[in-house]
């Protein structure tokens, strides 16, 4: 029950950060690549750390702690990257979000067929499937002007940010069913 409640917390934390983040971005997508890409890179570098956290916590009671904590390490690189390289050009800032999406999509879709049905399968199913093919969007158009690339970035994270919500309260309802 701790591992579930943990959990809980976890995906009403992140996707509370993801849903917010989001809704900033979607209402305001013409702030410089600087401004984008620091919030974006405190944003990943969170989630990161949120997910090594969860996968060395969690590393005895599960067989897929070292996929998450294989994701985690890659969003926690990424988003120092961006945190710490903000005057990238848009054209990497694009590379860097696709690829990101696309690994961390991957990764996402292959662990979420080792995680129990009524533990928010679907949820980490759905997310990883987005996150493929949002990654393979953004990195068709690498032209892409900073506004799109707010909208797509802030669609994501608002996406995420619900599923992330939805797992929550799944995981909650499993909590209370079982206790």
Known sequence: MDLLRGSRIVAYSVGAISLAAGLVLLFWPDRTIVVVARIAGV??????????IEAVTNRGRGSYWGLLLLRGLINLAMGLLLLFWPGVTVQ???WVFGLD????GAIGLIASFRVPKEWGRSGLMIRGGVGIVLGILIMAWPSVTLWILAVLIALQLI????VLLWSGYQLGKAEVVTS
Do not use: N, W
């Not at 944003?43 to 090594?52: Q, R, T």
């Open 43 to 52: 944003l990943i570098a969170a989630i990161g750390l949120g997910e090594c």
């Open 92 to 94: 990497v800032v694009v």
């Open 101 to 104: 999406l696309l690994i961390t």
């Open 159 to 162: 996406l995420a940010g619900v």
